[in-house]
């Protein structure tokens, strides 16, 4: 696909809306724009300074279309770095449509998805992770995931990589100037400086590489399994938490029998809640293979809400599963507390006096759990401003780079001869350099741009 013309796509979501936007980029959007422009000032569009605003009407033959504003961006001043000109018209979709159709019988071409930003990365606006953050932006739902596209943004650790990258690409050269002389063994390249740069690059890439995880996890929702005996009030927690009748309430013991699960939005973070089949012997073979799942669902849960209620208090359970899930954060819940007196809770209390004391029922002591929720999960795993990866395709390049470092730096131990050493330089220069984009195939690109929703 050729990306030296002039491309057209509606930039706002399809249907009804108060405004509508247009994007038209490319080196002919400001002159096949004012063609079809007719400003009320009567200037000529094509002689107006970059970064302006212009009220007119587009028209098409002598049918004026709609009133519209009409913003200016010049080559290299813009998103995409070609000259590019927004519309916004009115946002009926007949509208819409009319004015991109008379843009595309203009000699314009529709765009493909994402190749406003595809143009920007090729045109050197942004680094490939730069532009991959832009999707994550778009897709971003909570506080937690909007920071982190926010930060990759803006350059993140694609800039950390790039710096670390050149450095490695200097001494690669230097050991590739050595090939040259290889009769006269001759060393251009400082062992001990070369070292401690493959050091400082394997720390960079072991910090971004265990960052996954977290990073992973906030993208999804941090998982949280719901477990406790059957009927001491897991659904309707899970309720209360949702505020919707979602999971199946009864009395009847074992009647959530599937697991259920929903993303919930607290303080700024994604909670994926998995409601679980009750944990209690059983000889109903549809309930076994529930429990048998409640059992793997704990296993991905980064916390375990242990639920009871507090007429029988199920102190049992509470040891077995903190047993089961040694290193899993495991919350007491004391639920029906509507039902006690006085008397009753505070004896509970003194049993476990870090347990959450709550009436799902009544919907009391929700927001307590809620913030303990959002606490527990800022300390353990969101700390500082650290760089988070959220991006497979990121994290794998960074694995690819990692073990080519390690190879290097084995090679260097094992006194390699630089030939040798400079194949793997190579190939970790070449995983480096995926991340950043100075690497790049069509396929790779393709693949990643797909993903975006068109006009971005
Ligand atoms: P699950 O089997 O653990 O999912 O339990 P359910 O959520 O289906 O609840 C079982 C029964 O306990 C239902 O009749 C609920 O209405 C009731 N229940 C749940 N929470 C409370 C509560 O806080 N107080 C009281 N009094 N009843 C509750």
């Given at each position: 696909?050729?990306?030296?013309?002039t491309?057209v796509a509606l930039a706002t979501p399809p249907g009804t809306g108060a405004i509508a936007i247009i994007r038209v980029s490319?080196?002919?959007a400001i002159t096949l724009v004012s063609k079809h422009f007719k400003p009320v000032s009567h200037k000529d569009l094509t002689?107006q300074?970059t970064h302006t605003i212009h009220l007119g009407h587009i028209v098409d033959a002598n049918k004026v279309l709609d009133k519209v504003l009409v913003s200016l961006f010049?080559?290299?001043?813009s998103?995409?770095?070609?000259n590019v000109v927004e519309i916004s018209c009115h946002g009926s979709p007949y509208i819409q449509q009319q004015i991109i159709q008379l843009f595309l019988k203009a000699?314009c071409?529709?765009?493909?998805?994402?190749?406003?930003?595809?143009?920007?990365?090729?045109?050197?606006?942004?680094?490939?992770?730069?532009?991959?953050?832009?999707?994550?932006?778009?897709?971003?739902?909570?506080?937690?995931?909007?920071?982190?596209?926010?930060?990759?943004?803006?350059?993140?650790?694609?800039?950390?990589?790039?710096?670390?990258?050149?450095?490695?690409?200097?001494?690669?050269?230097?050991?590739?100037?050595?090939?040259?002389?290889?009769?006269?063994?001759?060393?251009?390249?400082?062992?001990?400086?070369?070292?401690?740069?493959?050091?400082?690059?394997?720390?960079?890439?072991?910090?971004?590489?265990?960052?996954?995880?977290?990073?992973?996890?906030?993208?999804?929702?941090?998982?949280?399994?719901?477990?406790?005996?059957?009927?001491?009030?897991?659904?309707?927690?899970?309720?209360?938490?949702?505020?919707?009748?979602?999971?199946?309430?009864?009395?009847?013991?074992?009647?959530?029998?599937?697991?259920?699960?929903?993303?919930?939005?607290?303080?700024?973070?994604?909670?994926?809640?998995?409601?679980?089949?009750?944990?209690?012997?059983?000889?109903?073979?549809?309930?076994?293979?529930?429990?048998?799942?409640?059992?793997?669902?704990?296993?991905?849960?980064?916390?375990?809400?242990?639920?009871?209620?507090?007429?029988?208090?199920?102190?049992?359970?509470?040891?077995?599963?903190?047993?089961?899930?040694?290193?899993?954060?495991?919350?007491?819940?004391?639920?029906?507390?509507?039902?006690?007196?006085?008397?009753?809770?505070?004896?509970?209390?003194?049993?476990?006096?870090?347990?959450?004391?709550?009436?799902?029922?009544?919907?009391?002591?929700?927001?307590?759990?809620?913030?303990?929720?959002?606490?527990?999960?800022?300390?353990?795993?969101?700390?500082?401003?650290?760089?988070?990866?959220?991006?497979?395709?990121?994290?794998?390049?960074?694995?690819?780079?990692?073990?080519?470092?390690?190879?290097?730096?084995?090679?260097?131990?094992?006194?390699?001869?630089?030939?040798?050493?400079?194949?793997?330089?190579?190939?970790?220069?070449?995983?480096?350099?995926?991340?950043?984009?100075?690497?790049?195939?069509?396929?790779?690109?393709?693949?990643?741009?797909?993903?975006?929703?068109?006009g971005?």
């Open positions: 696909m050729s990306h030296s013309d491309i490319g080196p002919d002689n300074n010049k080559n290299p001043n998103y995409t770095g070609e000699g071409r529709m765009a493909s998805a994402g190749e406003f930003t595809l143009r920007a990365f090729l045109n050197g606006k942004m680094d490939l992770s730069q532009a991959e953050a832009v999707a994550d932006l778009i897709a971003s739902d909570s506080e937690a995931s909007h920071d982190i596209a926010m930060k990759q943004m803006r350059g993140g650790f694609s800039n950390e990589i790039q710096k670390l990258r050149e450095e490695l690409l200097n001494f690669a050269s230097l050991i590739e100037l050595e090939l040259d002389f290889s009769q006269e063994d001759v060393e251009f390249a400082d062992r001990t400086q070369f070292y401690d740069l493959l050091g400082r690059i394997s720390e960079v890439l072991k910090k971004l590489i265990d960052s996954f995880a977290i990073g992973n996890v906030i993208k999804n929702g941090i998982p949280i399994a719901i477990v406790g005996k059957p009927n001491v009030g897991k659904s309707t927690l899970l309720n209360a938490l949702l505020n919707e009748e979602r999971a199946i309430v009864s009395n009847i013991p074992g009647t959530t029998r599937d697991t259920v699960e929903d993303l919930i939005n607290i303080g700024g973070i994604n909670f994926r809640f998995i409601d679980t089949a009750g944990i209690r012997e059983t000889t109903d073979e549809v309930e076994k293979i529930g429990i048998e799942r409640t059992f793997h669902k704990i296993e991905n849960a980064k916390l375990i809400l242990f639920l009871f209620d507090g007429l029988e208090a199920d102190l049992d359970n509470l040891t077995r599963i903190k047993k089961k899930f040694p290193s899993k954060e495991v919350l007491a819940i004391c639920n029906k507390v509507d039902l006690l007196n006085a008397e009753e809770l505070a004896s509970l209390r003194k049993t476990i006096p870090n347990g959450i004391y709550i009436s799902a029922k009544k919907k009391e002591g929700i927001t307590l759990l809620e913030d303990k929720l959002s606490t527990l999960v800022v300390s353990g795993s969101l700390q500082g401003d650290e760089t988070i990866i959220t991006n497979s395709r990121h994290y794998d390049a960074l694995l690819k780079s990692l073990e080519e470092i390690q190879k290097v730096k084995e090679g260097m131990d094992l006194d390699l001869s630089s030939d040798l050493l400079a194949i793997d330089i190579r190939q970790a220069l070449h995983h480096l350099g995926e991340i950043t984009g100075s690497v790049t195939t069509d396929d790779l690109l393709g693949n990643i741009f797909s993903n975006f929703c068109i971005k």
